[in-house]
């Protein structure tokens, strides 16, 4: 039973487009994250999500947006799509104090833009 | 502003030696700091971590080791195997709540039969 699960795993759509990536938790971890990794392959935290609460808001821009449902979903919207968004998106999850440990990621969604 | 460096993208190493991986922080608020392996097409999965307050953390054949003078640590694999051909991220957060992880940009380490 995967602990991080993330679809799709990969997702290739047009400019301009509208897309969401799902994530789903079965560690009852009360924060949950969204990063990406460009093409320099450099890991980059985008969000945070802790009770449903934005945590954490990176310089990110406003067509991305997390929406989460409950505790064990976060799902990542985004609008007008660009060639410069075109990365691997990883969904991770920790408990709320996670300290050194507890940080667990799902397996990444690639997506193309083109 | 990269607050975690790993300065060697890839490092080769003899199956059976030992792999040395290193990593340079510049925040002081780093509280935690956590070793990840990734294989191509997968998530990273979680290696190795240290706390500020330790100076040395052992599991297995992976031990980091914490120079919090220096904002240095290092991730030692003794001996290696053709299995730890992988990237290797450092990470550090400061661990207090939702604070999430900063990583460095990895270092590809292959192992040579």
């Known amino acids: 039973d995967t602990a991080v699960s993330q679809t799709p795993k990969y997702l290739v759509t047009q400019m301009g487009n509208d897309k969401s990536i799902k994530c789903e938790q079965n560690?009852?971890?009360?924060?949950m994250y969204w990063y990406k990794q460009d093409s320099k392959k450099f890991l980059k935290i985008m969000f945070s999500?802790?009770?449903?609460?934005?945590?954490i808001n990176e310089t990110v821009p406003n067509r991305f947006s997390p929406k989460s449902p409950d505790k064990a979903h976060l799902n990542l919207h985004i609008n007008s799509l660009e060639l410069g968004d075109s990365a691997v998106y990883f969904c991770a999850s920790s408990p709320a104090r996670a300290g050194g440990y507890g940080y667990t990621f799902g397996s990444g969604t690639r997506l193309t833009v083109v | 502003d990269q607050q975690v460096k790993q300065n060697s993208p890839s490092l080769s190493v003899q199956e059976g030696r030992i792999s040395i991986l290193n990593c340079d922080y510049t925040n002081s608020m780093f509280d935690y700091f956590l070793w990840y392996k990734k294989y191509p097409a997968e998530g990273p999965t979680f290696l190795i971590s240290?706390?500020?307050?330790?100076d040395k953390n052992e599991d297995g054949r992976f031990t980091v080791f914490l120079n919090k003078s220096a904002k240095h640590l290092s991730l030692h694999i003794v001996p290696s195997q053709p299995g730890d051909s992988a990237v290797y991220f450092c990470?550090?957060?400061?661990?207090?709540?939702?604070?999430?992880?900063?990583f460095g940009k990895g270092t590809h380490l292959i192992i040579q039969p």
């Open positions: 999500y802790n009770n449903k609460e934005l945590i």
């Open positions: 240290i706390s500020s307050i330790k």
């Open positions: 990470a550090a957060t400061p661990g207090g709540g939702a604070d999430g992880l900063t």
């Open positions: 560690l009852g971890h009360d924060t």
